[in-house]
């Protein structure tokens, strides 16, 4: 499965950004997906996941209420919603694959398989 994220870019602190990350390959849909974010200086982590189906999803703390994540897999195609942009927001933001997914639960990144190449997201004041 190869990984292909967009969507990034330079955006104001309090608007919004869409990130999109398509799959070429088969079973999208046996695979669990998972965005991560990796800001200047600190470790990759784990912001958002969902489920094979796109029935559950989970999300860390600092971006509850503000990101959404969601699927289509007709279209082999996990979305990342943002809104509330903040600067701490910033970051490279990678989409990844888990075929071995628990649920909604938060797995560490050397769970997931796949890995898209990144996309900057750039949240300026």
């Known amino acids: 499965v190869q990984l292909q994220a967009s969507g990034g870019g330079l955006v104001q602190a309090g608007g919004s950004l869409r990130l999109s990350c398509t799959a070429y390959?088969?079973?999208?849909?046996?695979?669990?997906l998972g965005w991560f974010r990796q800001a200047p200086g600190k470790e990759r982590e784990l912001v958002a996941l969902?489920?094979?189906?796109?029935?559950?999803?989970n999300y860390a703390e600092d971006v509850k209420g503000r990101f959404t994540v969601s699927r289509d897999n007709a279209q082999n195609t996990v979305y990342l919603q943002m809104n509330s942009l903040k600067l701490e927001d910033t970051g490279v933001y990678y989409c990844?694959?888990?075929?071995?997914?628990?649920?909604?639960?938060?797995?560490?990144?050397?769970?997931?398989?796949?890995w898209g190449q990144g996309t900057l997201v750039t949240v300026s004041s």
């Open positions: 990844a694959a888990d075929g071995s997914p628990s649920g909604t639960t938060f797995r560490g990144e050397y769970e997931y398989e796949y």
């Open positions: 390959g088969h079973f999208f849909s046996k695979y669990g």
């Open positions: 969902i489920t094979r189906s796109g029935a559950g999803s």
